[in-house]
């Protein structure tokens, strides 16, 4: 028999903290999206292999603070499952608590969070239906909130996922056997609960799955999956399907530092006794990442999915690929018929300061491959002194090529910075040269570990490469990402307008 192969990872950009879920023939997976909106996207595939974004589950978070920029916060390792013809997403945010939302339809409208359980620190929440109907949620604490760490608690809940009914009960203290254990998944399988959940750490961790006959316990660890005498490190945290044909599979992040944590997936196979093995066997026990394998034998096929990069703006609107920095405000876009125009938004002064680094309205999307290029269009349309526009790479260690307006001038500008240990911002800006006119094209080319080199070009038509390359770096729990803006350094009202043509992602 001839099989077709795939190759890991299946996703290389950052969707952190995947889980996933089957209903009949379609695939669909849910990330952590921390500060960035809209949030939780909903991912869709046909053969575990090949993805497209679909949706997002909310706009906007409506908590205090998210219309400001508040790096690592947000959205926290989401699951989802389906049960009662829905479709069900339980997530945390580690300062408010537990929340879910909900829907029949995942390419519609879902409804908006419902606060399950205010709490500091319950993080990686995850709800089961059992056979009797009773629901059932898991999750696990963030030390940094809660004072907690390692333990993993239960609670029943509510049959509409709205509320936790009893007190509940700490299930497993990894302090000593699994230090680090958290997002943990619920299932139910031949008798046995499960709970599949990662412990180690992230860049370093590997997959635990808990076993027992009662869900109040007692629970019996065994370690699955290692890094083995692979180069896939920490390959750990995210969830499994079975399909009609028993095969089994399990998908998972890996820390691949500045690029975020990228999606691989792996075979499962269950033993005899019971217990599974993820990956390709170490021993009788455990199993370590597969980096190809024959591809899953599902009834359909995605092959021409492709995750979203490129974008022409269509009729002035922004593809599924894209988010903001915070809450979207009206006034960030531009009335428009084609391209894209953004609001020249006045940058925000945190602790004395206006930089890149805080600004809300930084259009980004993930990086989407180990080397590419990033090519816009943009016009700059001001009267207002201070008025800037351009092609930006975000992390805690930031840079950004733009078309700046200046005492009646046009100058190109790189601004850079970076985040302090001690939580203050230190940015940069100089000037490259002045151009002839508010048109220009801008370019990044991202090589091998992140070193990105920066281009432009005006009148002239030839590709100019400023002297400064910039190594771009991971963000607070999320990868480098690339993008574009537009901004103010003014306090006047809003009047200047960046018109971006298209935006172009190649990778090599």
């Not at 619920?186 to 992230?202: D, Q």
């Not at 100019?464 to 690339?482: E, L, N, P, T």
């Amino acid at each position: 028999m001839r099989f077709d192969y795939y190759n890991n990872p299946i996703i290389c950009a950052d969707y952190s903290d995947p889980d996933i879920v089957r209903v009949k023939d379609d695939f669909f997976m849910v990330s952590s999206s921390f500060n960035h909106m809209p949030a939780l996207p909903i991912l869709h595939s046909k053969d575990l292999v090949n993805w497209q974004i679909i949706n997002h589950v909310f706009s906007s978070l409506d908590l205090p603070g998210y219309d400001c920029v508040q790096p690592g916060k947000g959205v926290w390792a989401p699951s989802i499952r389906y049960h009662d013809q829905k479709f069900w997403v339980f997530f945390s945010t580690p300062d408010e608590g537990i929340f879910m939302c909900n829907t029949h339809n995942p390419w519609g409208q879902w409804s908006k969070p419902h606060c399950v359980k205010p709490a500091l620190g319950w993080i990686d929440p995850c709800p089961f239906w059992d056979d009797d109907g009773q629901a059932w949620l898991v999750h696990a604490f963030a030390q940094s909130r809660s004072g907690i760490k390692h333990k993993l608690q239960l609670f029943r809940m509510s049959n509409d996922g709205t509320a936790l009914i009893d007190d509940g009960r700490i299930i497993y203290d990894g302090t000593a056997d699994l230090p680090t254990l958290e997002g943990p998944k619920l299932y139910k399988r031949n008798g046995w609960y499960y709970i599949f959940a990662p412990a180690g750490g992230v860049e370093t961790g590997w997959q635990t799955v808990l076993r027992s006959q009662l869900l109040e316990g007692p629970w019996t660890a065994r370690n699955v999956l290692f890094q083995g005498n692979t180069t896939i490190n920490g390959p750990h945290q995210g969830g499994w399907v079975e399909l009609d044909n028993n095969q089994c599979w399990f998908v998972h992040f890996q820390d691949a530092n500045l690029y975020g944590r990228i999606v691989h997936l792996q075979p499962m196979h269950w033993g005899d006794d019971d217990w599974p093995r993820i990956g390709t066997a170490i021993d009788d026990n455990c199993g370590q990442p597969v980096v190809s394998y024959p591809k899953p034998l599902t009834t359909c096929n995605s092959d021409d999915y492709t995750m979203q990069t490129s974008d022409d703006f269509k009729q002035g609107k922004i593809g599924l690929q894209w988010q903001w920095q915070a809450n979207p405000q009206k006034n960030w876009l531009a009335e428009q018929s084609d391209g894209l125009t953004l609001n020249c938004y006045p940058l925000p002064i945190h602790n004395k300061q206006q930089t890149l680094y805080f600004a809300p309205n930084l259009l980004l999307q993930k990086f989407s491959s180990w080397q590419f290029t990033a090519e816009t269009a943009l016009e700059l349309n001001t009267n207002n002194s201070g008025d800037f526009a351009g092609l930006i790479i975000y992390g805690e260690r930031y840079a950004a090529l733009t078309l700046c307006y200046k005492n009646h001038h046009y100058f190109l500008c790189y601004r850079y910075g970076w985040m302090k240990d001690a939580g203050i911002v230190d940015e940069n800006k100089e000037i490259i040269t002045e151009l002839d006119s508010p048109n220009c094209q801008l370019k990044v080319e991202v090589g091998l570990n992140g070193i990105c080199q920066f281009y432009y070009q005006d009148t002239n038509k030839v590709w100019q490469k400023i002297s400064r390359d910039f190594a771009a770096g991971k963000g607070k729990w999320v990868g480098a990402k690339v993008g574009i803006f537009a901004a103010s350094e003014a306090k006047q009202a809003i009047s200047g307008k960046g018109k971006f043509k298209y935006f172009e992602i190649i990778a090599k």
